[in-house]
Protein backbone atom coordinates (compact mmCIF):
# COMPACT_ATOMS: atom_id res chain seq x y z
CA UNK A 1 0.00 0.00 0.00
CA UNK A 2 1.30 3.93 -0.81
CA UNK A 3 -0.33 6.79 0.70
CA UNK A 4 -0.43 9.83 -1.37
CA UNK A 5 -1.23 13.04 -0.10
CA UNK A 6 -1.16 16.07 -2.18
CA UNK A 7 -0.71 19.88 -0.81
CA UNK A 8 0.22 23.12 -2.23
CA UNK A 9 -2.90 24.00 -4.03
CA UNK A 10 -4.78 27.20 -3.89
CA UNK A 11 -5.85 30.48 -5.47
CA UNK A 12 -4.13 32.41 -7.52
CA UNK A 13 -4.57 34.97 -10.61
CA UNK A 14 -3.61 34.42 -14.35
CA UNK A 15 0.31 34.49 -15.04
CA UNK A 16 1.03 33.42 -11.37
CA UNK A 17 3.24 30.19 -10.39
CA UNK A 18 1.73 27.17 -7.43
CA UNK A 19 3.85 24.14 -6.66
CA UNK A 20 2.24 21.11 -5.90
CA UNK A 21 3.68 18.46 -3.61
CA UNK A 22 2.80 15.06 -3.32
CA UNK A 23 4.41 13.38 -0.27
CA UNK A 24 4.39 9.35 -0.05
CA UNK A 25 4.16 6.93 2.74
CA UNK A 26 4.36 2.92 2.48
CA UNK A 27 6.03 1.05 0.30
CA UNK A 28 9.34 2.07 -1.51
CA UNK A 29 8.58 5.22 -3.45
CA UNK A 30 11.86 4.65 -5.71
CA UNK A 31 9.93 1.68 -7.08
CA UNK A 32 7.14 3.65 -8.42
CA UNK A 33 6.43 5.96 -12.09
CA UNK A 34 4.55 9.01 -10.53
CA UNK A 35 1.94 11.16 -11.88
CA UNK A 36 -0.42 14.17 -11.92
CA UNK A 37 -3.69 14.19 -13.04
CA UNK A 38 -6.38 16.74 -13.04
CA UNK A 39 -10.44 17.09 -13.12
CA UNK A 40 -12.60 20.39 -13.51
CA UNK A 41 -16.17 20.36 -12.85
CA UNK A 42 -17.94 18.35 -15.52
CA UNK A 43 -15.45 17.25 -16.92
CA UNK A 44 -12.88 13.88 -16.96
CA UNK A 45 -10.02 13.53 -15.19
CA UNK A 46 -7.07 13.85 -17.46
CA UNK A 47 -3.58 13.05 -17.61
CA UNK A 48 -1.14 16.16 -16.34
CA UNK A 49 2.49 14.78 -16.41
CA UNK A 50 4.47 11.46 -15.19
CA UNK A 51 7.90 11.20 -13.92
CA UNK A 52 9.45 7.48 -14.56
CA UNK A 53 10.63 6.06 -11.17
CA UNK A 54 14.24 6.51 -11.66
CA UNK A 55 13.26 9.88 -12.85
CA UNK A 56 15.13 9.74 -15.76
CA UNK A 57 11.97 10.75 -18.13
CA UNK A 58 9.49 13.02 -17.77
CA UNK A 59 6.32 13.41 -20.21
CA UNK A 60 3.61 15.86 -20.54
CA UNK A 61 0.15 16.72 -21.87
CA UNK A 62 0.09 19.15 -24.75
CA UNK A 63 -2.08 21.61 -23.03
CA UNK A 64 1.04 22.17 -20.04
CA UNK A 65 4.06 21.69 -21.94
CA UNK A 66 6.35 24.45 -21.29
CA UNK A 67 4.51 25.94 -18.55
CA UNK A 68 4.45 22.38 -15.89
CA UNK A 69 7.87 20.46 -14.07
CA UNK A 70 7.48 17.15 -12.88
CA UNK A 71 10.13 16.52 -10.48
CA UNK A 72 10.87 14.09 -7.58
CA UNK A 73 13.11 13.74 -4.68
CA UNK A 74 13.64 9.92 -3.50
CA UNK A 75 15.07 10.47 -0.43
CA UNK A 76 12.05 12.79 0.63
CA UNK A 77 9.73 10.57 -0.76
CA UNK A 78 7.55 13.36 -2.61
CA UNK A 79 7.11 14.09 -6.21
CA UNK A 80 6.18 17.71 -7.18
CA UNK A 81 4.41 19.86 -10.36
CA UNK A 82 5.93 23.43 -10.76
CA UNK A 83 3.04 25.35 -12.62
CA UNK A 84 3.97 28.32 -13.88
CA UNK A 85 1.84 30.49 -15.92
CA UNK A 86 -1.25 29.69 -15.33
CA UNK A 87 -4.12 30.07 -16.69
CA UNK A 88 -8.16 30.19 -15.82
CA UNK A 89 -8.64 26.50 -17.76
CA UNK A 90 -5.89 24.96 -15.38
CA UNK A 91 -8.51 25.36 -12.64
CA UNK A 92 -9.20 21.75 -11.26
CA UNK A 93 -8.55 19.57 -8.63
CA UNK A 94 -4.84 17.87 -8.80
CA UNK A 95 -4.52 14.76 -8.28
CA UNK A 96 -1.31 12.07 -7.86
CA UNK A 97 -0.78 8.85 -8.92
CA UNK A 98 1.27 6.10 -7.92
CA UNK A 99 1.74 3.13 -11.14
CA UNK A 100 4.49 -0.47 -10.18
CA UNK A 101 5.13 -0.85 -13.98
CA UNK A 102 8.52 -0.92 -15.75
CA UNK A 103 7.39 1.59 -18.61
CA UNK A 104 5.83 5.49 -16.98
CA UNK A 105 1.98 5.92 -18.81
CA UNK A 106 -0.32 8.66 -19.34
CA UNK A 107 -2.83 5.98 -19.40
CA UNK A 108 -5.33 6.28 -15.90
CA UNK A 109 -5.84 2.81 -15.30
CA UNK A 110 -2.22 1.57 -15.16
CA UNK A 111 -1.90 4.06 -11.42
CA UNK A 112 -3.10 2.00 -8.53
CA UNK A 113 -2.41 4.55 -6.02
CA UNK A 114 -4.12 8.23 -5.58
CA UNK A 115 -4.16 11.02 -3.42
CA UNK A 116 -7.19 13.08 -2.09
CA UNK A 117 -6.36 15.82 -4.36
CA UNK A 118 -5.93 19.48 -3.89
CA UNK A 119 -7.72 22.16 -5.75
CA UNK A 120 -5.82 24.83 -8.18
CA UNK A 121 -7.94 27.79 -8.93
CA UNK A 122 -6.99 30.23 -11.34
CA UNK A 123 -8.82 33.70 -11.76
CA UNK A 124 -8.65 35.23 -14.87
Known amino acids: QVHLVESGGGLVQAGGSLRLSCAASGRTFSNYNMAWFRQAPGKERQFVAV????????NYADSVKGRFTISRDNAKNTVYLQMNSLKPEDTAVYYCAADPSWIATMTMTSYIYWGQGTQVTVSS
Open 51 to 58: IRWSGGST
